[in-house]
Every structure is written in C-alpha cells, then in structure tokens.
C-alpha cells in the first residue's frame, strides 16, 4: 500500500460552532477505558507475535494522523488521547465532501459511513488518514461500533509493517469490552474472520 499521506499544518479553521457541536455529540473519552492489553486468545486469528512483547511502534514516530494504522488501542493513553483530539480539532476539511465534515464534527454514525465508503483502501492519502483518525476517536471515546468497523477496515488493508492483524485484533478487543451486547458483539468475530480469511486468500490467487 503506497503512502501519499502528509502531515497539514494546523491551523484553527474550524467554526466555534462546529467545535460546539463536536463537543456535544462526541462522548468523553474515557480515561481508564483501555487496559494495557488487548490482546485476543482466539487461535483462529493467527496471531503469532507474543502478548508480552513490546510493540514495535511508538506515538513519537509517526504522525498523530497515521496512529490508526500503527498503534494498537492499549497504547491511547491520556497523552495520547490528548493530542488525537487537538489534531483534529484544528483541522479544515478542503476535500471529502459533507459527509467527512459532519465526522469530523464529532457524528460517529458519518464517522462510520465514511469508512466504509473508503473500502477498499489502496492508497493513505491524507483524506484516508484524517477519515480514520475520526473513526479512530469515536472508538477511543469508547464506541464499540466504531472499534469493530476500525478492527475491519484495518484488517483488510494492505499495512507497510505487517502488524495489520495484530491491530486489528486490538480494536475487535476493545470494542467487545465496551460492547452493550458482548454475545452478539462476539459473534461479529467470525464475519472478520471470514473476511480476513478470504481477502488473504483471493490475493495469493491473483
């Protein structure tokens, strides 16, 4: 997957009453919603980096936009946290359309919608980018629709570092966390799965 992805120079180009609206539609974040790990002890995911060892990415290296398909969800700590929101605070939609402007604005129902009309991702532009990061804070805030939508997006993307399934094992983990419906939540899992399987296989084919 090529990456034409740049960081913007942030400037407050938001309306105050768009920044009001994100405020009120957005949950707060919760502090203490992400344990340290969040790890998955399903087989069938076909994990094979140990629970235990480090991740090998950090926040410091990457820009705040591209820490959706980088960092795990246990690595969104306070500081973290912090710095998604003010990124994307400062950010001016140029291009997208309404849709993403409305995300942006805090409305995780578009957030969602967004994603999806991204699939499939073949190239992180910075619109990609900015459009997950958003989807990215919904899941955070926690949202676990948001975090099972992130888990399958991520999933099914080609990823520079090959960690795509341990990231996205991440964010299935944390959204069944927060789930209100954790059964129906986990049965959501085989679907992934399914997809994952199939996408993985399709492309040794072709």
């Known amino acids: 997957m090529s990456d034409a992805s740049e960081v913007p120079e942030h400037k407050r180009r938001h309306e105050e009453a768009r920044r009001a609206?994100?405020?009120?539609?957005?949950?707060?974040?919760?502090?203490?919603?992400?344990?340290?790990n969040a790890s998955t002890d399903n087989p069938a995911w076909g994990i094979k980096r140990p629970p235990d060892r480090p991740w090998p990415l950090e926040a410091r290296d990457v820009s705040p936009l591209q820490w959706w398909r980088t960092l795990p969800s246990d690595a969104?700590?306070?500081?973290?946290?912090?710095?998604?929101?003010r990124?994307?605070?400062?950010?001016?939609?140029?291009?997208?359309?309404?849709?993403?402007?409305?995300?942006?604005a805090g409305d995780v129902a578009a957030a969602i919608d967004v994603a999806?009309?991204?699939?499939?991702?073949?190239?992180?532009?910075?619109?990609?980018?900015?459009?997950?990061?958003?989807?990215?804070r919904a899941a955070v805030a926690p949202n676990a629709t948001?975090?099972?939508?992130l888990a399958q997006v991520i999933g099914l993307t080609d990823l520079?570092?090959?960690?795509?399934?341990?990231?996205?094992?991440?964010?299935?983990?944390?959204?069944?966390?927060?789930?209100?419906?954790?059964?129906?939540?986990?049965r959501a899992e085989a679907v992934l799965l399914t997809a994952f399987w199939e996408r993985h296989h399709s492309g040794e084919r072709a």
């Open 116 to 136: 999806f009309a991204l699939m499939p991702i073949e190239e992180t532009t910075l619109t990609v980018d900015i459009a997950m990061s958003v989807l990215m």
């Open 160 to 186: 520079d570092h090959g960690l795509a399934t341990e990231l996205s094992a991440s964010w299935y983990t944390h959204g069944l966390r927060h789930s209100s419906n954790p059964r129906k939540f986990g």
């Open 21 to 36: 609206g994100a405020a009120a539609s957005l949950p707060a974040i919760d502090r203490g919603s992400i344990v340290a």
């Open 76 to 85: 969104f700590h306070d500081a973290e946290q912090d710095i998604l929101l």
């Open 87 to 104: 990124t994307l605070e400062q950010i001016g939609v140029l291009h997208g359309g309404d849709d993403l402007a409305t995300a942006l």
């Open 146 to 149: 948001a975090a099972l939508v």
